[in-house]
Each structure stands twice: as structure tokens, then as C-alpha cells.
């Protein structure tokens, strides 16, 4: 069997979609850092948070796509106006970005790849290539964030999903600042510990 064990708050998963996986935690050991006004006993926030986080691999961490903090919804937060975007519309974008990508596999004599996740690093670096300004950002964060190669490969393929998602054929600087942005997190974790 193929996966990726989950194990947080008390439950765990195995997820049994493949290659890929999806990983929850908290941010520190009771699960409040983030909460506001909250003081850990443990010392300040960003340290145990950090120390916390440092407990997760390198090598695991840079397998892992994207890198979201979910704050807590407030009672503020329901009362704002809905989304402009529902679930039904941002389904169906899913859907076109999902045709698309298994269009242009299929185009290339790839008939079996149906997904960004799945295509060879070779094939990706041709189809995620990105325009002149997006590949002098993605020289720039690759040093400065200290990309691995996989790193590398999955910045690409994120950015290559967001340009679907955007309906364009190729790979931009915002995509790409994007998909480096969901980086980010785990990268102020590891310095931070």
C-alpha cells in the first residue's frame, strides 16, 4: 500500500491517493501560538513554534507542495460578505485546469500523464518553462531560499497548476511568485529553528 500516514490532533489517516500525500499539523505543541493575545508557557510564541516545527524533516518538508497556515475563523470572520468565488465556480476551474493538463499530455504522446503531479521532471521543465521575468525570480528565490533540486521541480509544477487554474499557456512571474509563496512558510520554519 502507497501513502502517507497523517497523524494530528488526535486521529490519524493514511491517504491512499498515490504519490501524494497531505500532512497536517499544528504549529506548536497546544495548537494556540497563533491565537491573539495568547502567551505560551513554553516561551515566546515564534520560538516554541519554531522548535515545535523543527521536529519535521528537511527532506519530508520538501516534499510537500504547499505550505498554508489556517488561522482559527473568528466570529468577525462570519460575518463578512461571502466569497465572490463559490465552491460550484472554483470546482469547474478545477475541472477546465484538469482537461487542460491532460490535453496537453496527451498532445505531447503522454497519454497516460493526466496531471502536472505526475509528469517527468524532463518533460515538466519544458511545459512549466517560464517567461523572461518569472525565470529571474525563480533564479533569485532558488538561492536565496536554498532550493533543492525536488524543491525546484515542485515550484515549477505549482506554478505550472496556478497557470492552468488561470487559463494561460504559459508560466508567469506571478504564478511563480505564488507558488514560491506557499514555499515560504516551511523555509521561515527551518530558519527560524
Known amino acids: 500500500m502507497t501513502g502517507l500516514s497523517v497523524q494530528s490532533f488526535g486521529f490519524e489517516a493514511l491517504?491512499?491517493?498515490?504519490?501524494?500525500?497531505?500532512?497536517?499539523?499544528?504549529l506548536c505543541r497546544c495548537g494556540r501560538a497563533n491565537e491573539p493575545g495568547y502567551t505560551c508557557r513554553r516561551g515566546p510564541n515564534g520560538r516554541c513554534t519554531a522548535d515545535y516545527q523543527a521536529r519535521i524533516s528537511g527532506?519530508?518538508?520538501?516534499?510537500?507542495?504547499?505550505?498554508?497556515?489556517?488561522?482559527?475563523?473568528?466570529?468577525a470572520d462570519l460575518i463578512l460578505p461571502p466569497p465572490t468565488e463559490g465552491s460550484r465556480e472554483v470546482?469547474?476551474?478545477?475541472?477546465?485546469?484538469?482537461?487542460?493538463q491532460a490535453a496537453r499530455y496527451?498532445?505531447?504522446?503522454?497519454?497516460?500523464?493526466?496531471?502536472n503531479a505526475a509528469v517527468s521532471a524532463t518533460v515538466l521543465e519544458d511545459v512549466a518553462k517560464p517567461d523572461t521575468s518569472g525565470l529571474s525570480l525563480l533564479r533569485e528565490a532558488a538561492d536565496a531560499m536554498r532550493l533543492t533540486a525536488r524543491g525546484?521541480?515542485?515550484?515549477?509544477?505549482?506554478?505550472?497548476?496556478?497557470?492552468?487554474?488561470?487559463?494561460?499557456?504559459?508560466?508567469?512571474?506571478v504564478h511563480l511568485a505564488e507558488a514560491l509563496s506557499y514555499r515560504a512558510l516551511a523555509d521561515e520554519v527551518r530558519r527560524a529553528a
Open 59 to 75: 527532506p519530508l518538508l520538501d516534499r510537500i507542495d504547499l505550505h498554508i497556515e489556517v488561522p482559527a475563523v473568528t466570529a
Open 91 to 100: 470546482a469547474e476551474r478545477v475541472a477546465q485546469a484538469r482537461e487542460r
Open 15 to 26: 491517504s491512499r491517493a498515490g504519490t501524494h500525500g497531505k500532512k497536517a499539523t499544528r
Open 106 to 115: 496527451a498532445a505531447l504522446g503522454l497519454p497516460h500523464v493526466r496531471t
Open 152 to 173: 525546484y521541480h515542485r515550484v515549477l509544477r505549482v506554478a505550472r497548476t496556478l497557470a492552468d487554474l488561470d487559463g494561460a499557456d504559459k508560466v508567469g512571474r
